[in-house]
């Protein structure tokens, strides 16, 4: 919520009658200039602006967050052979993420296990250069779509992907297997989410 004041100009002009307040007579209030008349106006209709997107925003906040895509779903495709498969758990979900929003909320509301994940290189992350980003995946009009951040791999973990996924040499996606810890809807404790990660090789075209 804003809070916003705007000063009242009060001053005994002999060339412009004041108003006088019977119940405080050491108050006197003299009539707004035009020009002053006109400032206070487009004040109020900036105020009433910023209020009105105010309200839109907190309607967005509002709204129910975007339906997972589930794992199942995504076809393999025998182009792109599997080559491992590593279960693993999200590190950093009770931290906040960079638009505000809180991941174990997020975990709370929008995940369960089947859900597919995302997972996406982050090589300007200051903590860790060789971070992967783990996310939502959510239903989109033509297939699954980036949604929130849930966390990222592990630094062992990022360690050893970070080289191959910079060079576009695999494709790698996840699921959510079980959501772990204090899931009861009291929120008194952290939510864990224990994925399985798939990677994919990347098809390598004939030899020129």
Known sequence: MFMWSIPIWANR??????????????????????????????????????LTLSRRGEAREKSPPAKSFP???????????????IHT???GVSHQNPD??????????????GDALFLIREPGNPVD?????????CQGTDGPIRG??????????????APILDQGT???????????????EDEGGNVG????????????GPAA
């Not at 929130?148 to 630094?155: A, D, H, I, W």
């Not at 695999?170 to 009861?184: F, K, N, R």
């Not at 989410?193 to 390598?204: G, K, S």
Request: with cysteine; aromatic share 8%; hydrophobic share 45%.
């Open 71 to 85: 794992f199942s779903e995504i076809e393999q495709d025998p182009n792109y052979p599997r080559a491992r498969v």
């Open 100 to 113: 505000g929003s809180y991941r174990q909320q997020v975990i709370r509301s929008s995940c369960h296990a």
């Open 170 to 184: 695999v494709i790698m996606i996840a699921e959510i297997l079980e959501l772990t810890g204090d899931v009861s």
């Open 129 to 137: 250069p060789n971070a992967v980003l783990i996310g939502r995946a």
């Open 13 to 50: 002009n002999e060339n412009c009658p004041a108003i006088h307040s019977t119940a405080h007579p050491e108050v006197y209030i003299t009539p707004v200039d035009p020009v002053l008349g006109i400032i206070f106006v487009a004040a109020a209709a900036v105020l009433g602006l910023m």
């Open 193 to 204: 989410v224990n994925i399985r990660v798939e990677e994919y090789i990347w098809p390598v």
């Open 89 to 91: 758990k999200i590190r």
């Open 148 to 161: 929130e951040r849930l966390g990222y791999l592990s630094r062992e973990l990022a360690q050893d992907f």
